[in-house]
């Protein structure tokens, strides 16, 4: 297994709950590494850009709007194989067909407001890093 990082969002919706914790609890109890971590207001041209590869769909703007409703924690994950098992420990997309013990079964709110984002490729995890991180910002 390759040892790998990823990148994950705690979105607003799980900020407003003050559900940072329990989700890092989650993270970390699934064995993978928090290497970084910020809290930060994301603007609206930073989350048009994050979500680009949507920027088509019917959802768009909603999700924009959504992203910079609140704050949220921007982290970098560590672990073997951490791109894959990080999707695995959030849960399908609809909290409503995600896994039981996954982070969407227990806390999302909606198919849109669901709490977290994880890469979905190695490619994606590198880019997606470096638009909220410096590498002497990862601390492995
Ligand atoms: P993910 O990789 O599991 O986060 O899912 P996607 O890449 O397919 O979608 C990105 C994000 O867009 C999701 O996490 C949701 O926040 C949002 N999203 C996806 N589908 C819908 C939808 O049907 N309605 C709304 N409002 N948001 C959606």
Do not use: C, W
Request: no cysteine; charged share 25%; hydrophobic share 45%.
């Amino acid at each position: 297994m390759p040892m790998e990082r990823t990148f994950s969002i705690i979105k607003p919706d799980a900020t407003a709950r003050n559900l940072t914790g329990a989700i890092n609890a989650m993270i970390e109890q699934a064995g993978l590494r928090i290497v970084a971590q910020k809290r930060v207001r994301i603007t609206k041209d930073q989350a048009e850009a994050f979500y680009a590869v949507h920027k088509e769909r019917p959802f768009f703007r909603e999700l924009v709007d959504f992203m910079v409703s609140g704050p949220v924690v921007v982290q970098v994950l560590q672990g073997d194989n951490a791109i894959l098992r990080y999707r695995d420990i959030m849960g399908a997309t609809d909290p409503a067909k995600a896994a039981a013990g996954t982070i969407r079964k227990s806390h999302a709110k909606s198919i849109g407001e669901n709490s977290v984002h994880g890469s979905d490729a190695p490619e994606t995890a590198v880019k997606e890093i470096a638009q909220f991180f410096s590498e002497n910002e990862i601390v492995g």
